[in-house]
């Protein structure tokens, strides 16, 4: 599966981006000599590529739904965690 996640761009050096994806997440060295990006701006990252300039609303929309995705798995794996516990499958 591919995953590109945005992120807010906060520092750049040449080629590459120190960039903010949120609740403490912040990665360096991401590539962003594909796109015309500048500090500030949110950028689509994919394996350590920006591959698209996205404007804040999208960029946010999207990091929302991400956060909802993850607390639903996070919801799930909770329910797995307390069957194996208690030494029983999930009934579907």
Known sequence: MCVAYPGKIIEINGEFAKVDFGAGTIRDNIL?????AK???YVLVHAGY???????EEAKKTIEMWE?????????????DLY?????????
């Open 32 to 36: 962003i000599s594909l796109v015309n």
């Open 39 to 41: 500090v500030g701006d």
């Open 50 to 56: 920006a591959i698209q300039v996205v404007d804040e």
């Open 68 to 80: 909802e995705m993850t607390k639903e798995l996070d919801e799930e794996q909770k329910k797995k």
């Open 84 to 92: 194996e516990a208690i030494g029983s499958g999930i009934n579907e």
